[in-house]
């Protein structure tokens, strides 16, 4: 089973960007798609984004036009680059790996992302 490694949260202010990191104990191209959720407080778990193997992406509406996913081959590394970041976009956030259409293994520790206004 693959380990995920969330890394790269932090205290920013709004408008910042962070660039948030995710790796892989194998080749995340042994999954369909790679995948980031967040979480915020008292809230439920929600998808923002998906970088399918072939390269195609999908985003939250939420996120849209301001996160981007990417992936580096050669490291197994799965990033979240954020923009123009907002107080609503405090969570906690998690990559998840995806096989024939469902979310995989089990939700790591994530990386906290606090934005202040």
């Known amino acids: 089973q693959v380990q995920l490694v969330e890394s790269g949260g932090g205290l920013v202010q709004a408008g910042g960007s962070l660039r948030l990191s995710c790796a892989a104990s194998g080749s995340i191209f042994s999954f369909n798609a790679m995948g980031w959720f967040r979480q915020a407080p008292g809230k439920q778990r929600e998808w923002l984004a998906t970088?399918?193997?072939?390269?195609?992406?999908n985003y939250a509406d939420s996120v849209k036009g301001r996160f981007t996913i990417s992936r580096d081959s050669a490291t197994n590394t799965v990033y979240l680059e954020m923009n123009s970041l907002k107080p609503e976009d405090t969570a906690v956030y998690y990559c998840?790996?995806?096989?024939?259409?469902?979310?995989?293994?089990?939700w790591g520790q994530g990386t906290q992302v606090t934005v202040s206004s």
């Open positions: 998840r790996a995806n096989k024939l259409g469902a979310w995989v293994g089990s």
């Open positions: 970088m399918t193997s072939g390269g195609s992406t």
